[in-house]
Nanobody, 123 residues
């Protein structure tokens, strides 16, 4: 599956952004989808995941502020980000993995990645 992320930008602290990831290819509904973020000099960090069956998981740092969702009819996954903080500034990536791979937070288990979209939160 090929992925393309969009929706990043510059926002003031406390604001909101909605990221979207469009997938091409077959059987999108069978993939677990994830969102990760990365800042220069640091490892890629898990943000949120939604399984093929709809179960969701979040990093503690974003729980209660971010919401991941998917639309299998449109082959898209979204990340709604509210109450943004300067520490949320990063390049955000969407990723896909086969449903049978165990886990959700380890970037190594994901098979496909989008190109990344920059999110910058000003203080």
């Amino acid at each position: 599956v090929q992925l393309q992320a969009s929706g990043g930008g510059l926002v003031q602290g406390g604001g909101s952004l909605r990221l979207s990831c469009a997938a091409s290819g077959r059987a999108f509904s069978t993939y677990d989808m994830g969102w990760f973020r990365q800042v220069p000099g640091k490892d890629r960090e898990f943000v949120a995941s939604i399984r093929s069956g709809g179960s969701t998981y979040y990093a503690d740092s974003v729980k209660g502020r971010f919401t991941v969702s998917r639309d299998n009819a449109k082959n898209t996954v979204a990340l709604q980000m509210n109450s943004l903080k300067p520490e949320d500034t990063a390049v955000y990536y969407c990723a896909a993995k086969a449903y049978f791979r165990v886990g959700y937070a380890d970037p190594e288990i994901y098979d496909s990645w989008g190109q990344g979209t920059q999110v910058t939160v000003s203080s």
